[in-house]
């Protein structure tokens, strides 16, 4: 059913499963890794789903402070690189959920690999911009705020920091021209 994918998820402690073989291998204190089993999930409904044996890897997450189940059915490789492998998952995930609340992508404009990464870059970069020029401009308006007067500004003849200020913009008056000639004549 499932050859050629791996699985691999953190699961719930209650789900109902049968541990096929009790803790493969022992771990002593000195690693984050309490147990490495050998299991079959004996939920009705579960069981329907996935019949097959899977792994269960129990890892005790120091930053947290927390024991996690990890479930895969990679069998060749160290337990501890499996909750390596998850943990770095869920950096993923935690930059996905990043992107989703401050970068205001709404749809990807393209579904291959390069369009996605295309927009993401370029949302990165305009946060970024934002955020150079709220700490240069000292301006105490939210990111949200000053992306909304951007947008709606953009394209006025307007200094930026008359738009997002209250402060008055002061045309500097020179004397002669100051742009060069584009060819010699």
């Known amino acids: ?9 953190q699961i719930l402690d209650f789900l109902p499963m049968h541990k096929f073989r009790q803790c493969v291998n022992r771990y002593n204190g000195n690693t984050s890794v309490r147990c490495d089993q050998i299991i ?3 939920g009705f409904y579960s069981k329907k789903t996935y019949p097959e044996k899977l792994r269960r890897v129990k890892y005790f997450d120091i930053e947290i402070g927390r024991s996690l189940n990890f479930f895969t059915n990679q069998f060749s490789f160290p337990a501890l690189t499996i909750a390596e492998l998850y943990r770095y998952r ?8 990043w992107i989703k609340q401050h970068l205001r992508i709404k749809a990807f404009y393209g579904t291959t690999e390069n369009a996605v990464k295309t927009q993401i870059w370029i949302a990165i970069a305009v946060y970024v911009l934002v955020a150079i020029m709220k700490k240069r401009m000292q301006i105490d308006l939210s990111f949200y705020t000053i992306l909304q007067i951007l947008s709606i500004t953009l394209f006025e003849k307007k200094p930026i920091l008359q738009v997002l200020t209250t402060s008055e913009y002061k045309k500097q008056i020179t004397s002669g021209h100051i742009q060069l000639n584009l060819f010699d004549s």
């Open 1 to 9: 059913m499932y050859q050629g994918h791996t699985v691999f998820s």
């Open 90 to 97: 869920w950096q993923v995930e935690i930059f996905f959920k």
């Open 40 to 42: 079959l999930l004996s």
